[in-house]
């Protein structure tokens, strides 16, 4: 159906931060299908994980215990603090959907409104949509579910302001990504935290882009130093392969029962397999630490580069703003990348009109994002109005 424009590239293969499409030309992957492959493409270990799983046990429903997923489940909370418990899901929509389920569930009849950000992203679900804080993306879906509200980003005031009895939970990303990269203040978080706590209301953060090491730390709120209640995150997770995951404190996870959320999917051997091989990897290669050195890296490259007027975001979850001079040239530029017209063929995203949004591979090498970079200010070289 024609929910995307339609495709310029087809891509046949993938190894680490290269691709290949189906004329045999070769790219420079600097997007990792949006904060996905964040251990790059066809990665042994996932691979191999996957290959053995297939061979072994697919699929059974989450009537049974399997393999896979305590051991996922267990280094997940190891990774947020302890203490927690998790349900898996098969997309960041979904892990969200069960943290707004389990927040009504929480607050109980009559406290069950989610508080999220204007130019918030948390799926297209049409509960996940309304929480998303972008109403042009809601009029054509009319009505949404009803217990959604939006809030300024980064103000407390006006999330004071709408912290009323109705409220269960605030969600929130740390770093806003489809929103257009913006990172929240780290005191903004901590205030957030306060008021949650005053109210008893939950804080839930959607990593699902952000988390896993993208920002450089395991999950982009730790750098804040708030504790949340919540934690839902995915794109990462499986390296490619669908599997999301809501964590929860225990004794908000608890008042769940059996019977108030299901999935046929959610957690299945196949996709907890590829989870275990990431996170084992992720922490054997201290990715967090690789994504702040390379964000570091990159942010300083980009930097320097003429017609880039600001490097916004934190570790290798970037957000490119291009000098106003150019004009809205974001999309012109990233199509320009794609087809190599002035260097090598790189892979990014328009993430506003202005702003271009890089999320390599957490593996890339400096010279890969040397590349990259070199073929950015070729690009932006080009564009009529650029300076020198
Ligand atoms: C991508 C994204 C989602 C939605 O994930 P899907 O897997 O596409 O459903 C939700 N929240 C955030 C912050 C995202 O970046």
Redesign the pocket.
Known sequence: MPTYPPPTVEFVRGEGSRLWDSEGNEYLDMLSG??VTSLGHSHPAVADALAAQSRRLLHVSNLFATEHNVAVARMLDGLLGGGGQVFFA???????EAAIKLARRFGGRGRHVVVSAFG??????LA?LHATGQPAKHEAFQPLPEGFRHVTWADPEDLERNLDDSVAAVLL?AV???GGVNPAPVEYLRTVRELCDERGILLMF?????GLGRCGRWFAHQHAGVRPDVV?M??ALGNGV?I?ACWARAEVASVFEPGDHATTFGGQPLAASAARAVLEVMQAEDVPLRAARAGEYLRERLSATPGVSGVRGMGLLLGVELDPALGAVAATVVGDLLAGRHGSRVVANAVTPTAIRLAPSLLVSDAEMDEAVSALAAALAARPGAVG
Do not use: C, I, M, W
Request: glycine share 14%; aromatic share 4%; net charge negative.
């Open positions: 949006l904060a098969n997309s960041g929509a979904e892990a969200n918030s992203f948390h799926g297209r679900t996940t990303e806003q990504g489809e959607d990593e699902v882009q952000t839902t995915a794109k669908p999301g």
